[in-house]
């Protein structure tokens, strides 16, 4: 049986190994060694990891490197097939360490393939050498968005596939049923879903005022309009015409939210960083029909660009509140919306495509 060797950052918990690769080599006849930088007991309690003190970040650069060099070792007394590296084996810097073993199981005949989900030389995850360096040592690029590809040189571009990150779990949770108690609901209460990360809310904050506007017009209508944030951190806003609701990231928590939402938001401001982003949560709003608001940046505008919801200017305060207010009084809309949304997803961003490209890069290969 082949032996593929994954180094990522966390397990289950962590989206980037769940989402790019546990989803699809759980359904592989391959031997997978899942080699995490931080442990599962300890992901929860670590990240994120740039929001600790010093001493903190200190003693886990240590932990990491302790950990990867085991995992190294190990495989280069083992050498496996191939070798699969989740965005950097630590940040920010690599250690000479790490490239003489990588190096030397290439000469030997492992196949490297190298995954980025975001613009890591812009979060400083990696040096401009060390991302050469594993543009270079790796048979395949495997990135989320086209626009990543601007970050990468000319001459890697024939090891580069894009992949973006879909979510072929959260769809299997969907039913009928679901579509009714929505419905139901839509007569007289509006879910918004805002999910993601802390380093996200200062665009979620920039468009709680057309938040406030909507929820003010939909009370004329008898309807109460409900802000959902799923993130590590509670940005604690007190709303006055809208409800205000936070939960803790977790992946019930997630999925259940998901499921039980009218809309999905998605704000972004026009940055390098941002284009950089796979719009995976947009994917993941597209997967199970929920219309989303989200602004044209990066890949954002070629998902919602084919259907599905409405592209926003972060800036545009109006178009938000008038984008909040259509999907939440027009059910013809939402409805048409929500079509649209599913049937991008199935023929741009669905897991079995994804599947299929793991299954030729990994079962295949000989």
Known sequence: MKNVSVYTLGGINYAGFRYRFFQYFNHMNINFNYNKSISDLNYEKVMPLGEKCLLKKVYFFFSIFIRISFYLIKDWIRQPDIIIISRALMKPIIPFFFRWILLSLKKRGTRIYW???????????????????????????????????????????????????????????????????????????????????????????????????????????????????????????????????????????????????????MPLKNDIIEKGKGGFKLIQYLSIGIPSIASPVGINKEILGKGGGFLVELSDHKKWTESIIKLSTDIDLWNKCSKEAKSTYKYSYSYDYNFMIWKSLLEKYK
Not at 189 to 213: D, F, Q, Y
Not at 244 to 262: E, I, Q, R, V
């Open 115 to 265: 995954d980025i989900d975001d613009n890591i030389l812009e979060f400083k995850e990696m040096s401009r050498k060390s991302f050469d360096f594993f543009c270079d040592i790796a048979e395949k690029i495997i990135i989320s968005t086209p626009y990543l590809k601007e970050i990468i040189k000319n001459k890697y571009y024939d090891k580069v596939i894009i992949l973006p990150t879909t979510d072929g779990m959260l769809i299997k949770q969907d039913s009928e049923d679901r579509y009714k108690q929505l419905f139901l609901e839509y007569e007289h209460k509006i879910r918004l879903l805002w999910i993601g990360t802390s380093s996200g809310l200062p665009n979620l904050k920039k468009i709680l005022n057309a938040l406030e506007s909507a929820g003010k017009e939909l009370r004329k209508c008898g309807k109460e309009l409900v802000l959902l944030v799923v993130c590590n951190r509670d940005p604690q806003y007190k709303s006055n015409h809208f409800t205000y609701t936070f939960k803790k990231w977790s992946l019930k928590d997630a999925d259940y939210s998901f499921l039980t939402s009218h809309i999905g938001l």
